[in-house]
C-alpha cells in the first residue's frame, strides 16, 4: 500500500522556521518525483516545490523561492521541506504528493502549519 | 489567484449529470495533460482522470473528461450525494516549470 506521510507542523510564529517531512512506504521511492502543495483553509491548491527521483531536478514556486528548500534522502525514502521567513500567508495544509511524470498520482494525509503570534 | 480558471460551484439533482470547466492558457493546458482531483471534506485530493481523459485505476465510468486546446473539462453523470466535494483540475505549466491548479469547484448534489 502506498503511503506518504507528512509531518512537522504546528504553530510557529511569523518570522520563524519550521521542517517538514514525508515519509514514504509501500513503492519504489527512488523512482518517482516527488512535490508539496498546500491549501489555506478555505482555499484551492497551491504548489510549492517539485524534486526530481534523483533530485537533481528542483523547481519552486515564485510564492516560496528564496524561503524554501526542498530535499529528498532516497536511502531513507524521505523527503523534507525546509520552510523559514515563515508568514501568516503560510498557514495551510501542507502535502507531499507523488508525482509519476504527467500528473499527482497519490497525497499525504497533510500536516496543518499555522504562523501566528 | 489560480492559473486555471473554474466556476466556485455547480449544482445539480441526484441521477443527473454536471460538467465543470477547467480554462488556462497555451503553457499549461494546451500543452500538456490536464489531471482532475476529487477532495472529500475533511480529506486530501485523489486523483480521478489524469492524461486528459483516463479515468484513473478504481474510478468510476460515471466520471469522464475531456480537452480542447486551453480548455477542459470534467463530466460526472448520474450524480450521487458520495459526490459532493470540491474538484480541482491540473496541469504542468511549461513558462513556470511547476504545477497549476484551478481554484476548485464546490459540488452539491440537491
Known amino acids: 500500500e502506498v503511503q506518504l506521510v507528512e509531518s512537522g507542523g504546528g504553530l510557529i510564529q511569523p518570522g520563524g522556521s519550521l521542517r517538514l517531512s514525508c515519509a514514504a512506504s509501500?513503492?519504489?521511492?527512488?523512482?518517482?518525483?516527488i512535490n508539496w502543495v498546500r491549501q489555506a483553509p478555505g482555499k484551492g491548491l497551491e504548489w510549492l516545490a517539485y524534486?526530481?527521483?534523483?533530485?537533481?531536478?528542483?523547481y519552486y514556486a515564485d510564492s516560496v523561492k528564496g524561503r524554501f528548500t526542498i530535499a529528498r534522502d532516497n536511502a531513507k525514502n524521505s523527503l523534507s521541506l525546509q520552510m523559514n521567513s515563515l508568514r501568516a500567508e503560510d498557514t495551510a495544509v501542507y502535502y507531499c504528493?507523488?508525482?509519476?511524470?504527467?500528473?499527482?498520482?497519490?497525497w499525504g494525509q497533510g500536516t496543518l502549519v499555522t504562523v501566528s503570534s | 489567484q489560480s492559473v486555471l480558471t473554474q466556476p466556485p460551484s455547480v449544482s445539480a439533482a441526484p441521477g443527473q449529470r454536471v460538467t465543470i470547466s477547467c480554462s488556462g492558457s497555451s503553457s499549461n493546458i494546451a500543452s500538456n495533460y490536464v489531471s482532475w482531483y476529487q477532495q472529500l471534506p475533511g480529506t486530501a485530493p485523489k486523483v480521478l482522470i489524469h492524461?486528459?481523459?483516463k479515468r484513473a485505476s478504481g474510478i468510476a465510468d460515471r466520471f469522464s473528461a475531456s480537452k480542447s486546446g486551453t480548455s477542459a473539462s470534467l463530466g460526472i453523470t448520474g450524480l450521487q450525494t458520495g459526490d459532493e466535494a470540491d474538484y480541482f483540475c491540473?496541469?504542468?505549466?511549461?513558462?513556470?516549470?511547476?504545477?497549476?491548479f484551478g481554484g476548485g469547484t464546490k459540488l452539491t448534489v440537491l
Open positions: 524534486i526530481s527521483s534523483s533530485g537533481r531536478t528542483i
Open positions: 504528493a507523488r508525482d509519476p511524470g504527467d500528473y499527482i498520482d497519490f
Open positions: 509501500g513503492f519504489t521511492f527512488h523512482s518517482y518525483s
Open positions: 492524461d486528459d481523459d
Open positions: 491540473g496541469a504542468w505549466d511549461t513558462s513556470l516549470s511547476g504545477w497549476v
